[in-house]
């Protein structure tokens, strides 16, 4: 897709803020707020600095800061999902969070900056997902976390076939009953027909030079969460989470991962 395909998916976004949760909550029936607190549990984050792309209104980046994460930087490229993400946090009164308006695609922190790097639901908009990918485990630290959470393709059969015509008709018309945008949602349910499913991606991931890749089927087959690790290269290693799997939850100076060199 074009520059200005990413720019109309911004501004598509950006207006979408006010009603952005109600219809999440109705596009997931209730479920992906259980979604994001399953993937940073799954993430481990306690002590780690972790990024959340493509934040939106920070759900993630609040379940990741109260799983223990040291300090959560939410990145989005629309400012206004930005501003509502970071009023949810002031309302909360969660500290440790930072917010950093940014492209997915052009990440602006150093490589090896992250013990956990974290997305959900952002994949599918990604104008080049090789390079949204690449980028995350560019800036993961070695021997650190990747969690992306999204939808996949459902399953064949009668709960597939019932879930397609929930995603393409009804939740567009629910969408226009409270206030949303109609087309806004057209989209996000076609924008599943040219995403891999969540075998192919899990080989992508792979690809990438990433290991321990895993996928976990969620809400029927219809949500899938890919975990996967950057490997260290030998004798060298992040501390961080050879503790955390030992059992021994980092404290004091541990709290900032250093490696062996």
């Not at 990145?75 to 930072?98: H, S, T």
């Not at 924008?191 to 499913?197: A, C, G, I, V, Y």
Request: proline share 6%; glycine share 10%; hydrophobic share 45%.
């Amino acid at each position: 897709m074009s520059v200005n395909r990413a720019a109309e998916i911004r501004r598509m976004f950006d207006g979408l803020v006010p009603r952005y949760d109600l219809l999440n909550r109705l596009m997931s029936l209730g479920k992906d707020v259980r979604w994001r607190r399953w993937t940073a549990a799954a993430l481990a984050p306690r002590g780690a600095l972790t990024l959340d792309v493509g934040t939106g209104t920070g759900d993630l980046a609040l379940a990741l800061r109260r799983q223990g994460a040291r300090l959560v930087i939410g990145l989005d490229f629309a400012p206004q999902m930005l501003a509502e993400a970071r009023r949810k946090a002031e309302a909360r009164g969660l500290d440790g969070i930072a917010w950093a308006l940014g492209d997915a695609l052009h990440l602006p922190f150093p490589d090896d900056t992250f013990d956990c790097v974290v997305s959900a639901f952002v994949l599918r908009n990604l104008v080049d997902l090789p390079a949204g990918l690449a980028e995350m485990a560019r800036v993961l630290r070695p021997g650190g976390r990747l969690a992306c959470l999204d939808m996949t393709h459902p399953p064949e059969g009668p709960f597939g076939h019932l879930y397609r015509f929930y995603l393409r008709r009804l939740v567009p018309l629910l969408a226009g009953l409270v206030g949303g945008d109609m087309s806004a949602y057209h989209y996000l349910a076609d924008s599943l027909q040219d995403f891999p499913n969540a075998q192919t991606l899990a080989a992508l991931l792979e690809s990438l030079g990433l290991t321990d890749v895993q996928v976990r089927l969620l809400g029927g087959g219809v949500v899938a969460l890919h975990l996967a690790r950057k490997p260290s290269p030998r004798g060298h290693g992040c501390d961080y989470l050879a503790r955390r799997e030992r059992g021994r939850e980092p404290s004091g100076d541990d709290m900032r991962p250093r490696c062996r060199f």
